[in-house]
Structure formats: C-alpha cells, structure tokens
C-alpha cells in the first residue's frame, strides 16, 4: 500500500546502510525489510524506485560480513523478494566469491529458489510488468542467466552442482514453471487484464536452440494438448507463444514442437496458422523440412503435411504450394542425378502423403501440372542408373496417375516384372564354374498374367500324342558346320542343337576354332533367339567367351572396335564388355591338366548393378586388400601356372579407353548413356584388377589415371563408384615403385580428388571407397591428409 511504501523505503535504506551490523542488531534489520515488504503487498506492487532500492539491498547483503547475514534470515530476502534481483545477485555473487559468502551457500539459495517455485514468480513478474524489467539489454541478460543457469552453476562449482541443475532436470522443472505462467496468463485474459507471453516465448526459443527441446517439451507438449482440446483461450494463448518466438530460434521451436506431437491434429491446435503468419516458420515447414532436409521419420512427414491439411487457409495458401515445388524436384533431372537416394525417397514419400490430402476439386485445379510433372519425373527416374530410383519413380508416377484418372485407365507399371527384366538385361552375370549346370531364370511375367495371355480352348479335345518319340537331332561335330547352322539353316531343331553344343565344340577344337575365329565372334554378336530355348543368353555368352579365350587378340581387336561402332544397340554393346571381362577372368587364372581351374583363388565380379548381390565378391576382394596393403598377393595365387593374360591384357584395355568421348550417331557415352559409361568404368576396373603382373599394367595404370582424372566430376552415381573402384583396382595391380617413379604427378592430383570426394560426396560407398583408396596411396609419395 502507499502509507507502508515510506516504511519499506526507510527499512531497506536502513539495512543497505549498515552491513557492519551484526547478531541481533542485524536479525532485526532484516526482519523490518521483511516486514515491511509484506505490508507493501508483496515483490509485486513495488515502484520502480523500490525495486532499484531493493536490488541494492541485496548486493549488500551479499557483500556483508558473515556475522551481519543471521542464518536463516537472510536467505529469506532473497526468496521473499523480487524474484529477478535475487535470481541476479546470487549468480554475481556464485561468479565472485567472497571469504564471507561460499560458493556453496549461494548454491544451496539458487536450489530453494527453484524449489520454491520462484522461477515460475520471476517469469509472471516479467510478463505482468514487461516496462519495470528492464530495458532490451537488461531482458536479454536476464534471459541469458535463466536458460543457461545449469552450465553457469556447474562451472562455477567446478561440476559438483546439486541435482536439481543438472540440465535433465532443470529444464522440465523451469517447462512446468511455464506452464503455471500460462495458467495465471488465462486467468487474467479471463478477467479482462491484459499482460504479455513474449518473455515466456523467448524462454521457449531459447532454450530450444540450445538443443533441449526433449526435456522442455515433454513437460509443455502433454499439458498444451490437453488445455487446448475444447479451450478456446487456451490455444489462442498457444498460437501467441509460438507467434512470438524471435526469428532466429523459430526453427528449432517448430522442429520440437513437430518431432514430438503425436498427431496433426495436435499440432494444428497447439501452432495454429503460424505458418501462414510468420515467414521464419513458413520457410522451415514448406521448404527446409521438406526440400532441403530428408533425415526426418516418416510420422513427422505426416505430422507436417498433415497439419498443413487440416485447415483450409493452410491448404490453399501452403498444401498445394509445397505438393507443386516437391514435384517440380521430383521430376527434375538434375536433382534426381545429383541427389543421394535417400533424399529422393524422402521427397517420393512427402508427395505420397500430400497426394493422399488432395480432394477432387483440387485435383481439378492442377490435373494438368500433376499430369505434366507425371511424365517428365517418371522419365528421368526411368533413366537412373540406380534400380532403387527407378523403382520409385514407377511407385510415385502410379500413385499420381490413380489420383487423376479416378475414372478412366490408370498408368500401371508392373514393378517386378520390370525390375527383373532391367536386372536381367543390364546386370553382368557372376563368373560361373565351366562345369555348373546352368540355372533358368525365373519367368519375367507373373503366372496369373501369362494365364491371362492364353487364348481358353478347354472345349478342344487334346491330340493322343502318347505314343510318340522324341527325335532327336545329332548336333554338329565341325566348327564350320556350326557357322553354316547358325547362319543358313531353316532347321530350327538343327539350330538348337548348335548353340547348346557350341561351346563345347570350340574348347575341343582350338586350331579349326582360330581359322574363323573373328567371323564366328561376329556371328555370336548378332545372333538373335530363333526359338524358345532355356538359357539362350547365358548358352551364347558362354560360346562368346570360349570363342575369345581360344584366339584372344585377334578377336578381342574385333569386339573393342564393334564396341564403337554405329549400328549397335546399348545389350550388344554392354554384351561386349561382358563377354570381355569373363574372358579375362578365365585367361588370367592358370590352367592344369588341360582344363581350366575355375574354383582356385578369388573371383573378380563386375559391379552389375549399384547395391547388387553381384558385386560383393570384388568388392570384397579389393577392399581386404586396400585396408590390409598387401600388393603382391596376386603373385601367390598365380604361382601355379601362367598367366595367358599377360601377353594379352592391353589389346582387351586399350582399345576401350581410347575413344569414351568420341559421341556417334546414335551412341554418346558421355551424354544420356551414362549407364553403359557406367559399366565401361566397371569393365576397366576388373581388367586392370587381372592385369596384375602383366607387362602392361604400369601403362594400363597410367592411362587408367588420366581416364579417371577426365571424368571424376560425372553426376552420375555409378560411374563415380566405377571411377573409385579404378583407383582400388590399380593400387592393388600396379606395383608401388612404378607409381612413385612414373605417375608420381598423376598420384597427387587423385589424392586431392579423393580428398575432395571424402569430404563432399553425398553417397556413403563413394566415401567410404575414397577413404581406402586414400589410405593406400603409397606412403613416400606425398604426406597423408590430416583427417586420415
């Protein structure tokens, strides 16, 4: 009251005056301003004048000698008073200790203080009397002091802090004092006063920056939901203290406050349309979360895109927005090129969940962008490398197509089909044993498909063939039979039975197999399916590579050219390389008693497709060798006989390294056919991992660098881990003493582009690869990088 305000004026001047009081002088001295300050009404109905004679009050008190702060009483001041003084003087008093007052005594009045609940008084006091807090500087400072009380304590108690500042329990308890702030907050809107959430809002925003939105919110989030199911002023208040959260820790209150609620309706009540009045909050949840981040779960996906839904000022204004800027990163080239995996099935499943938003009107409205964005995004995922991005473009491109045709035929891609089908025509088979039975592929088209194709003639009675034998038709014993066979005969049984002896034949007959060597690898390379045949692709293949391996350079000369030349489809062009690598693998193991030893020693497999089954065996291979640096092992394992790829190597290498950018008409390695590029980088790879040893493979090695140094910036996944598989293979082929002596220039400019790749590549395998390759550079050639 006024009449006791002189009281309260004279006490404290009193007691600030004469700190050399002591004992019972002191003991009365205290309990005058005590009981004044009661008489006064309390911390709350104090001037300005008093609160500034107060403050002082307290830095003398805790300047004052012991004798002069009776125990008991004096702890009282500074839980009785103004909350904000007191909360400041004991922490200048825990930073600047004095003989008088130990550390420990103000630790033990900071932990009442927050016990008492004293918190939650200072931040009501703020928010009853923003004005008497202070000035912006002194509200910052007191901001400060709040949120960074557990690190500022355990610093200065040298980590022997109570628990109660332990940062797991500090901030649930200063989350409950909030929430009593709210409480008294509705309150007073319900009786028509006015006060402001702001300082609570830059609590909030705060103490989300630094990261501990789990402790803070698990206290707030439960609450709110359940104060604002039915309460209006409840979620207004909401909305106001979300709304007031400066821009700059906008961010992480919204990521909190989405990560954590357990559904969009939650999130629609607890944030309102914060997203369409705050730009900060309007960029984090239509542009970052969704565009430029992609490690969030798929319930928070939901959370977002569903609380953007739920309303339909949101829905227009943000719903429609974001659905249109991830399909124009869905169905851009670029972005499906240069984006990691991961991301590009982030955006897929945010494009699914804001799909399953849309209403009919919507679709209306934009059936022909979705349309448009439709074909123009499942093309560029169709022309992936990647088996997993073709797969989600189907899955999505569907997806859109059943949303706007709900009436009419709907685009339906048979996923499995189609993904065994580009498997089987793109993947490069595992080095099989000569003497395995060959195994069929499981049939491309779904049983109940292939019944749908069949014309139904159960009513036709079925010829009695019972008593008939099979005739079978004596296959060629002579090389130029066979050609005459596959080449002029309209006897298909005859044809048949020359392209499954054909291998057979050419392995028993190498000198009548060298006459014509050149003109049956032709013929091989061109021979299309006359009939029915189990395992036709593998039956030739297996021809190709007997034919190669019996007469090797003249007809590996004549394979690398045909790999150039016009007229070629991509499979004939992608059958070259396979039919050159097997071959390689077969020349370069040695031979004993007259067959060739197929199970001895490890087996090169080429990286088929990325992430396939088929590439664990090399890879494996090649990464025991880079960690463990052994570069002679190929020595020990060719001990047993010669290696017949020695005097061979570089007319299978050269030729298919020299002319990568030279485009042709309907071929352009370095354009759109990346993939064949891909498995072109793969193909050298693998031979030069079998050159080791050879006469060649310090020239095979020096081109190989200058090949890799020429496309190491590619865009496309595979051919990168193509290129960094060159690196591994030529590491472990060539010997150490060459690359220092001839490509030492060479040798520096691939350790700074691994560095680079180590650093900034989004795919993890391209990484982890440099990393290896970088560790097994040879030691004296150059310094390693620090971080290695």
């Known amino acids: 009251s006024a009449m006791a305000a002189p009281e309260l004026e004279r006490a404290l001047r009193e007691a600030a005056a004469g700190p050399e009081r002591a004992g019972e002088a002191a003991a009365v001295a205290l309990g005058a301003v005590r009981a004044a300050l009661a008489a006064a009404g309390g911390a709350a109905a104090l001037s300005e004048r008093e609160r500034a004679l107060f403050g002082a009050f307290l830095r003398s008190l805790a300047r004052a000698p012991r004798a002069a702060r009776p125990e008991g009483v004096w702890q009282r001041c500074f839980l009785e008073g103004l909350p904000a003084p007191a909360l400041c003087v004991l922490l200048e008093a825990l930073g600047c200790p004095r003989p008088s007052l130990h550390p420990k005594e103000v630790a033990e009045v900071l932990e009442q203080f927050l016990q008492e609940g004293r918190m939650s008084a200072l931040l009501w006091e703020v928010c009853q009397q923003p004005a008497q807090a202070g000035s912006p500087e002194l509200q910052e400072a007191l901001l400060n002091r709040i949120v960074c009380l557990p690190d500022y304590v355990s610093n200065k108690l040298e980590g022997k802090n109570p628990p109660v500042f332990f940062p797991q329990n500090y901030f649930p308890l200063l989350g409950g004092a909030i929430i009593q702030v709210l409480q008294k907050i509705s309150d007073s809107l319900r009786g028509g006063l006015d006060c402001s959430i702001s300082f609570v809002s830059h609590v909030l925003g705060k103490v989300c920056i630094h990261g501990r939105q789990k402790e803070i ?35 992480a209150v919204v990521l909190g406050f989405v990560q954590r609620a357990p559904g969009a309706d939650v999130l629609s009540r607890v944030l309102g349309n914060l997203v369409v009045k705050n730009k900060k909050a309007q960029f984090v949840v239509t542009q970052k979360v969704l565009l430029l981040q992609y490690g969030h779960t798929t319930a928070v996906l939901q959370n977002l895109l569903g609380y953007l839904a739920l309303d339909s000022l949101r829905r227009a204004f943000s719903l429609l927005q974001v659905l249109q800027e991830l399909l124009e990163t869905w169905s851009s080239s670029s972005a499906v ?32 962008e979705l349309l448009t964005s439709m074909m123009e995004g499942v093309k560029c995922h169709l022309d992936s490398s990647l088996p997993q991005i073709r797969r989600l473009g189907m899955i999505v491109a569907e997806s859109i197509s059943a949303k706007i045709n709900t009436d009419g035929p709907v685009l339906k891609f048979q996923v499995k089909v189609i993904m065994k089908f580009m498997s089987a025509d793109a993947a490069l088979p595992l080095v099989s044993e000569s003497n395995d039975k060959s195994h069929t ?6 049983d109940e498909e292939l019944d749908t194709e069949l014309d139904s003639d159960d009513d036709l009675i079925p010829y009695d063939m019972s008593e008939d034998k099979e005739v079978k038709i004596k296959a060629p014993v002579y090389i130029r039979d066979c050609i005459e066979a596959l080449t002029g005969s309209e006897d298909m049984d005859k044809w048949e039975a020359t392209i499954k002896a054909l291998e057979s034949l050419v392995r028993k007959n190498p000198e009548a197999t060298r006459e014509v060597s050149v003109e049956l690898a032709k013929i091989l390379l061109h021979l299309e399916e006359k009939t029915c045949i189990e395992g036709f692709v593998e039956l030739r293949q297996r021809a190709q590579v007997a034919v190669l391996t019996t007469d090797p350079i003249p007809v590996a000369k004549y394979l690398t050219s045909q790999f150039y030349s016009l007229n070629y489809s991509l499979r004939q062009r992608m059958d070259i390389l396979d039919v050159l690598v097997l071959a390689a693998q077969e020349l370069s193991y040695p031979k004993s008693h007259g067959k060739t030893k197929h199970s001895g020693g490890p087996k090169p497999c080429i990286q088929l497709l990325p992430g396939s089954d088929s590439s664990k065996d090399w ?9 463990s640096k052994t570069r002679r092992f190929s020595q020990m394992e060719l001990a047993s006989g010669a290696n017949e790829f020695n005097s061979v190597a570089g007319h299978f290498f050269f030729p298919l390294i ?47 660098l200058e090949f890799v140094w020429a496309l190491r910036f590619h865009t496309d996944l595979y051919v990168r881990q193509g290129l960094l598989s060159c690196i ?61």
């Open 217 to 251: 919110l698990g206290i707030l989030l439960p609450r709110l939901m359940d104060l604002t199911k039915s309460d209006c002023i409840w979620q207004r208040i909401c909305w106001r203290l979300v709304e007031c959260v400066p821009d700059r820790w906008m961010e």
């Open 337 to 368: 090129k240069h984006s990691p995996p991961e991301q590009q099935q982030y955006i897929s499943k945010a494009i699914l969940i804001c799909l399953s938003h849309l209403k009919k009107t919507e679709i209306e409205s934009c059936r022909q």
């Open 441 to 446: 592929a499981a049939p491309v088209m779904p």
């Open 619 to 627: 890879r494996r291979i090649v990464d025991e060798r880079i960690k």
């Open 658 to 704: 020299q002319h990568f950018d030279r485009p042709l008409t309907t071929f352009d390695l370095l354009g759109e056919d990346h993939f064949v590029l891909g498995r072109l980088v793969h193909t050298l790879a693998v031979l030069m991992y079998l050159a080791v040893n050879t006469v060649a493979v310090a020239a095979m090695g020096k081109a190989l």
């Open 728 to 788: 591994s293979s030529l590491l472990i082929s060539v010997p150490a003493e060459r690359l220092l002596e001839d490509m030492t220039e060479e040798l520096l400019e691939t350790q700074s582009w691994l560095g680079d790749v180590v650093e900034k590549d989004p795919d993890g395998d391209c990484r982890r690869l440099a990393l290896q390759n970088l560790r097994a550079l040879p030691s004296s050639a150059h310094p390693h990088p620090s971080y290695l």
